[in-house]
């Protein structure tokens, strides 16, 4: 049924509606070829085809609400899933949430053209209403694909930061029994319950008995870096492994001694070396030195 047969007293929003149910398959043939879509479903294009008519859907049940301009509109739901699917794969391959925006925007001149075709004369005031409201919708579409292209991007970078932290603080096996965590840069927050939690788990894996704790890399000790140590120090001796402290250079031995900072309960050593040293002795390893000459010979 076309358009001017429809009820007279329908409103616009609710004939764009019903165009979108009743010209689905003629919008998401179309659709399919666009690069939005293509550029995802690479391996197949009834895939594409299947993808459009699931977002046309949609399209026609915010259309039939009459809410075309609010991103918040149920109908706009499963949108979000499937073009929220699409915009982290984009994202990843390197597009701009603006770049995904503007190729959303390209959608809406094949959807206005089949529209028209609707209309005995497209310059009709019902038949530029309802290029309006259509048109309306799709910017309206365009926001919310913005806004999922942006979230995706946010949820990217916070798994990347992670990553980062995570390979920023390494749990190294020393020995049977010993664990260290080289840290190097600055102990943030964020960073040092990284440290405590990767300290844990390798301690629990490892089975260890001595964690070895090498500030060697951290710049600077001030009152909060010297409460995240205290903290993972505590959190290891409950795990039933002592924490050594190691690479406490003279400047940072000073700033501790002028800030008043008690360490006076945690064991400190001034090399890794020297930690690992300790924690062989107390698991009655020795080490010593071989003579050059003696090897030699």
Known sequence: MSVPEQDAVASVPQVVGSFLEHRK??????????????????????????????VVEALSEVAVSGRLEDIAAPGFGPVRDQLGRMTQTRARAGSTPAQI???????????????????????????????????????????????????????LIERQRQQLLE???????????????????????ARSQVVMESLLEAIVDQRARYAILDITGVPTVDSLVAQHLMKTVAAARLMGAECIVSGIRPAIAQTIVQLGIDLGTVLTRASLSDALAYAL???????????????AR
């Open 167 to 189: 390979v920023a603080t390494p749990v190294i096996k020393l020995w049977e029994g010993t664990v260290a965590v080289p840290l190097i840069g600055t102990l943030d927050s």
């Open 25 to 54: 398959e003629q919008i998401a043939q179309r659709w399919a070829d666009a690069p939005l879509f293509r550029s995802v479903f690479t391996v197949s294009r009834d895939e594409a085809v299947e993808a459009c008519k699931a």
């Open 281 to 295: 002795s107390k698991q009655g390893i020795e080490v010593s030195r071989t003579d050059a000459g003696a090897s």
């Open 101 to 155: 925006a503007d190729e959303v925007g390209g959608l809406r001149v094949s959807a206005v053209e089949l529209l028209r075709e609707e209309f005995p004369d497209p310059a009709a005031p019902q038949a530029q209403e309802s290029v309006l409201a259509l048109t309306l919708l799709l910017c309206t579409l365009r926001l919310v694909v913005m806004e999922t292209a942006l979230d995706a991007n946010a949820e």
